[in-house]
């Protein structure tokens, strides 16, 4: 077993693992890491655990020290140059006429970049915004072009239900979703009824997704002979979360339809067709 810290830098981003080092790091503590990008200041999401050696990405970086105050006020610097940043970037945007939306600017914690969140429709020929951006800021400058639904992770919005978007309030990772699920949980197929705020299949389509799979595998499907109570018939239609199945009867001379719980119902086993099975017999 290893002991193991998560560490966010984004209140709804990925949580990271690190390697606490023998400091007593506890929730919500403030730490200073190393990452790709350098030495970054991070929230200790939950306190020390312990995980399999297989469940741990490597390498696994250490903490490099609790975050002091002096690194508290300089990480809120950050955030106030990074509104700045942004304010200045959009002009530079207008300015050379590009065809594209600044989302978020992001330092990192020593000021050594400057990383700028934009989304386009397509390809976008920044080189001659970098230029005027890295004379004004002195220091390195990245842009990355992000997808809609990261958009909507990082400006937070109100989904159809109501509530803040998931993504934004406590989602750390998106989860990948299809149109099968939306009909396998019976949804409208209508676009409008089953995308989210950022025009994609609404997250919240896989939450239930492995229930409804499981009920699925345990309901019988649709147009298959099947044996109730009052006979064989075939399912003519299933209701999921009910556990209910309607079933038709035909005879010769009327059509019906009964429903029936679904644990009531047995499938029909196909009847197989003997072998003649011949005996030889062997003279000696």
């Known amino acids: 077993m290893y002991k193991i810290v998560a560490v966010k830098f984004k209140p709804t981003g990925k949580a990271y693992y690190f390697d606490p080092l023998g400091f007593d790091i506890?929730?919500?503590?403030?730490?200073?890491?190393?990452t790709v990008r350098g030495l970054e200041y991070g929230t200790v999401s939950y306190g020390i655990q312990e995980l399999e050696e297989k469940d741990i990405p490597k390498p696994l970086k250490g903490v490099i020290r609790m975050a002091t105050p002096e690194d508290t006020k300089r990480a809120e610097e950050n955030r106030r140059?990074?509104?700045?940043?942004?304010?200045?970037?959009?002009?530079?945007?207008?300015?050379?006429?590009l065809e594209m939306k600044l989302v978020e600017v992001e330092y990192t914690f020593d000021r050594s970049k400057i990383l700028f969140y934009f989304t386009a429709d397509g390809r976008v020929d920044f080189r001659e915004l970098v230029k005027d951006l890295a004379n004004v800021f002195r220091t390195r400058i990245e842009l990355r072009q992000i997808g809609v639904r990261d958009e909507s992770k990082?400006?937070?919005?109100?989904g159809v239900c109501g509530r803040?978007?998931?993504?934004?309030?406590?989602l750390g990772e998106f989860v990948p979703v299809s149109i099968k699920m939306a009909k396998e949980q019976g949804l409208s197929l209508n676009p409008a009824k089953i995308?989210?705020?950022c025009g994609r299949l609404m997250c919240c389509l896989k939450y239930e997704q492995d229930t409804y799979e499981q009920l699925i595998r345990e309901m019988p499907k649709p147009q298959t002979p099947i044996m109730t109570p009052d006979g064989e018939g075939v399912v003519e239609e299933i209701s999921l979360i009910r556990g209910m199945v309607k079933v038709r009867f035909e005879?010769?001379?009327?059509k019906s339809v009964k429903e029936y719980k679904a644990t009531d119902l047995k499938p029909v086993r196909k009847k197989r067709k003997d072998n003649k099975k011949f005996d030889k017999s062997i003279e000696d």
Do not use: P, Y
């Open 26 to 34: 506890k929730k919500n503590d403030n730490v200073i890491v190393e």
């Open 81 to 97: 140059c990074e509104r700045e940043a942004f304010e200045i970037c959009t002009q530079k945007i207008k300015k050379h006429e």
């Open 154 to 158: 990082t400006m937070g919005s109100i």
């Open 164 to 170: 803040g978007l998931c993504c934004s309030q406590w």
């Open 195 to 197: 995308s989210g705020a």
């Open 251 to 254: 005879a010769e001379d009327e």
